[in-house]
């Protein structure tokens, strides 16, 4: 009866022994799994601004010293080797914008592509292609394409912000310019400089993607921007392969 008592303790703690070691087990494997969960969903999900960024960034807007900010900028460098520099907004399909790129790096002509939130967290893909072949990222102003003048300083500055810090931590650049539909006033100046935003480009001319059918037509629309002239070039979502 002893040894049987025996026996039947040892199994139980054979018994429980096991058990332990497969729930210690199963709590790795669960906090292994949880681990990499946490790691994708930080990874896939955008990088907003905090709170803490935007109120460094309204501090540095309160305070700018008067009259100093951004710089206003309606010309192309003196080095433009080209007519007239070459700004873009919109973004559609990764195949379509692949091809703009190339056939802007296969003419030494960079570009600027100033994005909007919603294009910089929804068109990645698309992007990635374009500072792949050498183009650049900037700030679609107030983000609807309109003039930056009149717009609340403080609030101008969060939404700069938020933009800002989306683009740098999706894609890994700093954003060094803004782009205005009409001349930016003092407040959107010191709003894009508390950014690190250093110029707010105002374009000279406005071409959407597709009015040029030939060749003819690309050449009369180019004798009517001034040398050194900003082409603002809209592109639609859903422009087909003909515009390009």
Known sequence: KRRSGKTRLIRRQIRMTVLLTLLCVFCVAAGLYLREINSYVQV??????????????LEAYRQMPEGEGAAARERAPEA?????????TGVTSPDMMLQIAQTLEEYGNGATFYLSMVEANGYEESILSLLEHGCRAGILGDGSGGGLSGADGEALTAELCRAATLIHAR?????????????????????AAANGIGEIVVPSAFLELGDCTSVEEARRL??????QGILHVQIARQAGDQAA
């Open 171 to 191: 894609y890994g650049v700093s954003v060094a310019s803004a782009l205005s539909a009409s001349q930016p006033d003092a407040q959107a100046l010191a709003a």
């Open 222 to 227: 180019l004798e009517t921007i001034p040398r």
């Open 44 to 57: 896939e999900q955008p990088a907003y601004a905090t709170e803490k960024d935007i109120a460094r960034a």
């Open 80 to 88: 433009c080797s080209v007519k007239a520099e070459l700004v873009f």
